[in-house]
């Protein structure tokens, strides 16, 4: 579906929701119940309809008391469910009218007073003219008709249809539904799935925020929300194609269903499997969501039938009757799957008698008490009573665990203890049981032997189980009809776990599904409880649990389908997991698609892999599909399909997987790598790995060392991995006073490893943003979790090991071994490590030492470093005579920085791969998955000038001419389009390293060209001039000095506004600092270029834009220059955070703003004498404007502003707040 018709889906969908929870509210509320609180009938003066209709639906509420509801009461559950399934009723008309199953039912006709001509007909016949009876009535009707087929959507009995939306809420609705959604959105099929996405959206974000910012356990009643996802149809066909299309294929070797199933994959290897006949052949999808798989299954399984001879007209109730079966704990997305699979087979054959379809909500509500025990009091044998106790235990918090239930296993578990208990001739008996007529029964016994024989056999023990099975289903049926039994809800939810149980003791042919994603660290404690006692191999998430759940479901020589998460390939902590998978059978096929597999997931955050298993099978290969780095998966995999595209196949015997330590699926490695990976010494061998401090209270005990005196020592440096290679460029410091004491005494905090504290090492960001990245560490810092640290254990070089680490070939294995985002301490101990010679130890070592030298004159001028020294365009060796040439001097001397890091990058990996001998093959494919160094293509005049002789002789032979100047300037100027997301591009701006991967060609080629060109960009020489005022503006508070610039002894200035001599504008003072940088004599010239260089002029970008769109940014919300404004923004002034005491606003008054308001004040009078009224009025709004300001001031002197500077800025800004342009967070 197109990104535009989503958004106006999405829209459309979360208005009318709102419209239809607010009029069922409304509804509840006249009824006497609320949120909170329930008013009686009798103050109401409820009629009896009325009263009737409160009764049924409190006995909702009170079952609704047993299920997990998170922060909803009942009420407020309810009336979302009330709302869900009227939405589904009425878009499911919609869609129905819109493929012309239904006519005339929704759309208006201007032709019948612009109503839907089949209401405007039923008004005129029945000659109901109330609006709201005369539309409960009138749908209803609509509804009941199509319930005969449907029931899951359309009943109108059920407990969701007690009240009904009002005629107001219902029209509001179908001017979303029918003007907001174009019709070609309509016409998709997957309509229906993005609805029920969007549907859930703000509980997903609700649940999600409660998660993170309150610690806010997932349950039942947020789980459905958090675990939405539309998985992409070319998906949902690779996994349908490669399981049930291969299924058939291997049943019918003469079938073309390969040409059919144009996603699966060409040259497998199919197996011989046993012919079945399509009516008999299952797929089950026990995470069915809004049935995306069962959808597409239904085009492969009349594919089947038409092959089988079927008449077309029989086939879709076939289909539904027989092959097609799916469960989820949400029964409001079972309902769209069903409306689904209903449209489906009508749009194919109208007149088909569709009964209902084989879909499930797991969400009953199985109740103790009398009822209960009624039911139990059937029972004619102890172990009818065990099962069902067994089922009644196991479909507790049911709403949760869905799917997830083995039911059949603990069933089995009882029939096995009761076969163990029963004595030889109860088992005789047992056995005899079976046999209705009494001649059988005396043949069977005159048989001892043959009878023994088939009671110790696995097959008879089957059929006793399912005996009791059907006797307990009878038991449940009969609870249901009877007449003792008359509670229609505990009727209803025992037949709703009857279907349940049925599902769930089924085997299933194929299984396809994308099952939830969560953590079970964010599952509530009864939920992890269930999976670690259920699923002791995979209980670490969800996903990897619906793993191990799916495969149960599987036949013997079923085939299972899945995308998830693709930890599962790597974790150690899913070896067993990995090893089971294998021992059941073979992956046939995985597509690894890591992260933007999904159109609605941004960013980095969900790695996932679509997997085929294949039951019953042993040896083989496997076919991996390495699409991690695709930014167009769906294209990729089909040129791939295609063969037009074979580099990302891997073909793997599965038994090289167990050469390795936990057996991870790292399919790409080569054979010479994995050699490397097993035999090598361990990275731990030589270095500590170690995790940092976890403070559990950040805001508590971390600060941006720029809002601490330097001068207090309690505070210490800490890192967090850095922002850049080898230069270590922290900005957090951490409380350590009296070593740490307050920090180790706070709980949830730990402080590990307090022996490498202070010491030398590397340090590393424990998130990836891509490559491993190591930072230098000298002595004096602390280290954070997120920011794990490495510490030689014997005398080896710590800088040689910051060059290995930051080698591609250290990244590429760890790549391998690391599956989510977290590089892992344990997984960096596991690396090889081999002790380098000492001609390659000192060789990487002098490279790293000029990488540490070159980051940190990269980043030098970076105003929130610790090491920062001045702007770069005024740095010694960059500053020219004018502002422009200084600027276009700063921007080719950090692009040769980066052209000379990159030589610097290639001599460490060239000699990590010498020490490793690796060879071409093996470059080459680590090249692919990282990239090429862009100091290995060819070098082409002109060119910039080689510092290493070393690298220059590998040049010396290349004296072409570089010929690509206009897709230089091009690249360069206006950037280049790149994917973001499946269907959508963005703008991405190019450095100099950039365009040379592009145009492949050595960088220093394309610097020195850039430069001849005169190619500059706009906004970076605008940039650099905004630094330059950033840094004359604190110069004149006093944070920084120039010779000859006098700093403001308060740390106050107004902006344009000067009250004195001695009290001058802050504009002033730069000018000031411009003379003192260039010149008296070129004040005028250097402020007048940078008033052409920025859109807004200084003054008015100082004013208006610095600390709001600039300061206030680049230091992460907690500035050092406070903007405080008046309240009609006549006047600014900045006041420097290192300079605040209790006495800065009581002279910000006194010292600038009575003066200010003493100079207007005359102003206006000059003004008035000389009749000028517009320039009086001025005044006077200036002087208002002022003086209002100076009463907030003096508010606040008044309840007592004590700053304390150790509480951090934004404990001292939040009393200012109201007065800055910024609201901090």
Known sequence: MKEEHRKQLRKATLRSKKILEKDIENQLKKLGIYPDRRTSPEKLNLPLEKIQKRERILEVLDKLTQRELGDKTPQQFYTKEVAYTYFNRIVAVYLMEKRELLSNILEPDPEFGNKPEQLWHFEKITDIHQRDTLYQTYFNSVFNEINEEIKKVFDTEDENSVLFPTANAIDEILGQLIEKIPDEAWKEEEIIGWMYQYFKSKEKDKAFEELQENKKKIDGSTLPAVSCIYTPHWIVRYLVDNTLGVLWKEMNPDSDIDEFCEYMIPDQEFEDREKKPVEEITLLDPACGSGHFLLYAYEVFEKMYKESGYAKEKIPEKILSNNLYGIDIDNRSVQLSALSLYIKGKTKNSNAKIKDVNLVSADAVLMDGEKKERLLKKCKKPVEKEIIKEIWDNFQHLDERGSLVKVKESVRGKIEQYRANLSEEEKK?????????????????????????????????????????????????????????????????????????????????????????????????????????????????????????????????????????????????????????????????????????????????????????????????????????????????????????????????????SKIPKSPFIYWLGDDLLGIVSSAQKFNNYFYVREGIHTSDNEKFLRFWWELDQSDSSWK?????????????????????????????????VVPSEKFYFKEG???????????????????????????????????????????????????????????????????????????????????????????????????????????????????????????????????????????????????????????????????????????????????????????????????????????????????????????????????????????????????????????????????????????????????????????????????????????????????????????????????????????????????????????????????????????????????????????????????????????????????????????????????????????????????????????LDEGVKHNFKPLEHLTPVEMK
């Open 429 to 657: 008996q047992q056995y005899l049981d079976q046999f209705s007529d009494e001649k059988t029964k005396k043949e069977e016994k005159g048989v001892q032997k043959k009878l023994a024989e088939k009671l110790s056999t696995k097959d008879y023990w089957g059929i006793i189980e399912d005996r009791i099975i059907q006797r307990v289903r009878e038991l449940g049926e009969g609870a249901i009809q009877s007449q003792d039994m008359s509670d229609e809800l505990f009727a209803a939810e025992t037949e709703k776990s009857l279907h349940l149980l049925d599902y769930l003791m089924g085997d299933y042919d194929v299984v396809t599904t994308n099952p939830p994603y969560q953590s079970k660290g964010n599952l509530n404690k009864r939920y992890q409880e269930f999976l670690k006692e259920n699923y002791s191999e995979s209980y670490k998430d969800l996903y990897s649990a619906f793993i191990e759940r799916c495969n149960l479901f599987c036949s013997r020589y079923g085939m299972l389908g899945m995308i998830s998460q693709d930890t599962f390939m790597f974790l150690s902590s899913f070896s067993n997991l990995r090893k089971n998978i294998l021992s059941e059978g073979r992956m046939n096929s995985n597509l690894h698609l890591g992260t933007k597999a999904f159109p609605d997931i941004k960013g980095e955050k969900v790695r996932t892999a679509a997997y085929t298993i294949k039951h019953g099978v042993e040896g083989g290969d496997s076919y991996f599909y390495r699409l991690v780095n695709s930014n167009f998966k769906k294209r990729d995999f089909e040129n791939i399909l295609n063969k037009s595209s074979s580099d990302q196949i891997f073909q793997v015997n599965e038994s090289k997987f």
């Open 717 to 749: 440096p800490y890192s967090k991995g850095g922002e850049y290679s080898f230069y270590l460029t922290t900005k957090e410091s951490l409380n350590w006073k009296n070593n740490g004491e307050l920090l180790k005494e706070t709980e949830g905090s």
């Open 762 to 1204: 590397i340090t590393y960001s424990g998130v990836s943003g891509g490559r491993f990245s190591g930072c230098y560490m000298p002595e004096g810092y602390l280290f954070d979790r997120a920011g794990s640290s490495i510490f030689p254990k014997k005398a080896q070089s710590v800088k040689y090991a910051l060059g290995y680490v930051n080698s591609k070939l250290f990244s590429f294995i760890l790549d391998a071994f690391i599956p989510t985002v977290n590089f892992n301490v344990g997984y960096v101990k596991r690396m090889p490590y081999i002790e380098p010679s000492e001609s390659i130890e000192k060789h990487v070592t002098k490279s790293v030492e000029s990488a540490i030298e070159n980051r940190k004159k990269f980043t030098n001028s970076e105003e929130t470093y610790r090491h920062f020294e001045k702007p770069l365009i005024i740095q010694d060796s960059v500053k020219k005579e004018t502002l422009i040439a200084s600027v276009r001097s700063g921007i080719d001397y950090r692009d040769k920085l980066q052209v000379k890091y990159q030589d610097v990058l290639y001599l460490i990996d060239k000699s990590v791969y010498d020490l490793f001998d690796i060879g071409v093959e093996v470059k080459n494919q680590i090249d692919k998955e990282i990239g090429l160094n862009p100091s290995e293509y060819s070098l082409k005049q002109p060119y910039l000038d080689f510092d290493d002789s070393e690298r220059k002789n590998e040049f010396e032979e290349e004296n072409s001419q570089f010929e690509e100047n206009s897709k230089l300037e091009e690249l360069y100027l206006e950037g280049k389009e790149i994917p973001w997301g499946e269907n959508r591009t963005r703008t991405k701006e190019m450095d100099t390293i950039d365009i040379a991967r592009e145009i492949e060609v050595h960088p220093r080629t394309v610097l020195k060209s850039r430069k001849q060109m005169n190619l500059y960009r706009d906004r970076e020489i605008e940039e650099e001039v905004k630094r330059l005022l950033s840094y004359f503006i604190q110069v004149s508070l006093g944070r920084w000095e120039i010779d000859g610039v006098e700093p403001d002894e308060d740390g106050i200035l107004m902006v344009s506004e000067g009250v004195s001599e001695d009290n001058p504008s802050l504009i002033d003072k730069i000018r000031e600092c411009i003379a003192a940088e260039w010149g008296e004599s070129k004040v005028n010239d250097i402020e007048s270029e940078i008033n052409s260089i920025l859109y807004h002029g200084m003054e008015k970008w100082i004013e208006k834009y610095f600390f709001k769109n600039f300061h206030y940014k680049m230091y992460k919300k907690r500035p050092v220059v406070w903007q405080l404004q008046t309240p009609d923004n006549h006047f600014s002034a900045f006041i420097y955070y290192h300079k605040l005491d209790e006495d800065t606003l009581p002279k910000l008054d006194s010292i600038y703003i009575n003066p200010l308001i003493s100079y207007y004040s005359s102003q206006r009078e000059i003004t008035e004498k000389n009749e000028d009224t517009v320039e009086a009025k001025k005044m006077d709004d200036k002087v208002q404007d002022l003086k209002e300001f100076q009463d907030q001031i003096g508010e606040i002197i008044d309840r007592g502003y004590e700053p304390d």
